[in-house]
């Protein structure tokens, strides 16, 4: 088995882990948004504006725990100068400020991997969800019946 399937078994499973029970009709917009943020304003950006979001809401301990593992993910892979533990979100913060450009690209990569697999799970825990009454908050579902 290859090292890069090993990889992204890995971030599917982190991806589960970062996922709330329920996902609503926000909270999965949110996850959408996520790999674009990542690709638009960057690593850094996006991971302080996820920490921005934090609070005891719903969302914002969607937002906590998406932050969580942003770090978890970073730490274990020794991603930013071979670190594997930060002490808080800010001193990770500031060492994606601080990484060379390799440490920099290779975690804005991954992250934006772990970004995906979160988005589609977050995805097929809500249509899950939603399935009993037939769409998925609004959204038409076919109906299986050809019309002439």
Do not use: C
Not at 108 to 130: K, M, P, V
Not at 138 to 144: K, T, V
């Amino acid at each position: 088995m290859s090292t890069a399937r090993r990889v992204d078994q890995a971030m599917a499973l982190a991806a589960k882990d970062m996922l709330p029970e329920k996902i609503g009709k926000e909270l999965r917009t949110r996850y959408r948004q996520l790999p674009v943020m990542l690709h638009t304003a960057g690593l850094a950006a996006t991971y302080a504006f996820v920490l921005s979001k934090r609070d005891d809401s719903a969302l914002g301990t969607a937002y906590r725990k998406v932050a969580d593992g942003i770090r978890k993910h970073i730490g274990d892979r020794a991603l930013i100068g071979g670190r594997t533990h930060w002490g808080d979100d800010f001193e990770l913060l500031e060492a994606l400020a601080q990484a060379n450009r390799s440490d920099y690209m290779r975690a804005s990569a991954e992250i934006f991997a772990l970004a995906t697999w979160l988005s589609r799970l977050a995805e097929a825990r809500f249509r899950d969800a939603n399935a009993d009454s037939g769409t998925a908050a609004g959204e038409p579902q076919p109906s299986g019946e050809e019309t002439t």
